[in-house]
Each structure stands twice: as structure tokens, then as C-alpha cells.
């Protein structure tokens, strides 16, 4: 069973910047897809970020241009680096790993981060 563990969130002012981390054991991050998801109380969960196997990155539009996915092989690490933050970005942000054909499918999750977003 894989495993993931997302690390980096906070308590950022409007504009500001975090880069959130996830680490991955019992699963190669280079030969699968993931994505990023977040959920805002009250709110449906949304994925934000997807990156194939391949390298080719998909972002929502609330996010594109300020937020950014990638990957670092050799630390089996993925990472979501988010600029310009604005409080509706507040929620727990999720690392998935899973799979992609025309659309992404997750697979396994990890337990959040908890990012907030001051005005």
C-alpha cells in the first residue's frame, strides 16, 4: 500500500506563497500520475493540479498561472508550489497518486494539509 504524506501547509496572508510537499513510500512517483486536490468546508472537493508520468501538467482554472506541480525523482517527492494566494484558496489540500487516460483517476490518498489564507 502506498503511502503519502503532504507537508508545507500553514497560515499565509493574501499574496503570499507556500510550496506544499509530499512525500512518497511503497510507490515510484516517477512512473505514475498525481494530482493535488483541495477541499474547502462546505464545499465539493476540487482537483487542482495533475501531472502524467510523462510530465505533462493540467491545472484548474481557479489556479492556472499561480500555482505550479512537479516532481523530483530522485526524493520520490511531488510538490504543489502556490503564488498569490487569495483566502478562497483556503482548505486542506490532498496528494494523490493515481492514473491518467483522458482524465485522472486517483488512487491512493493522503491524509491533508491544511493550508489558510488570511485577507
Known amino acids: 500500500q502506498a503511502q503519502l504524506v503532504e507537508s508545507g501547509g500553514g497560515l499565509v496572508q493574501a499574496g503570499g506563497s507556500l510550496r506544499l510537499s509530499c512525500a512518497a513510500s511503497?510507490?515510484?512517483?516517477?512512473?505514475?500520475?498525481m494530482g493535488w486536490y483541495r477541499q474547502a468546508p462546505g464545499k465539493q472537493r476540487e482537483l487542482v493540479a495533475t501531472?502524467?508520468?510523462?510530465?505533462?501538467?493540467h491545472y484548474a482554472d481557479s489556479v492556472k498561472g499561480r500555482f505550479a506541480i512537479s516532481r523530483d525523482n530522485a526524493k520520490n517527492t511531488v510538490y504543489l508550489q502556490m503564488n498569490g494566494l487569495n483566502p478562497e484558496d483556503t482548505a486542506v489540500y490532498y496528494c494523490t497518486v493515481g492514473t491518467y487516460s483522458t482524465t485522472y483517476y486517483p488512487g491512493n490518498w493522503g491524509r491533508g494539509t491544511q493550508v489558510t489564507v488570511s485577507s
Open positions: 501531472m502524467t508520468s510523462g510530465g505533462t501538467t
Open positions: 511503497r510507490i515510484i512517483l516517477a512512473i505514475n500520475a
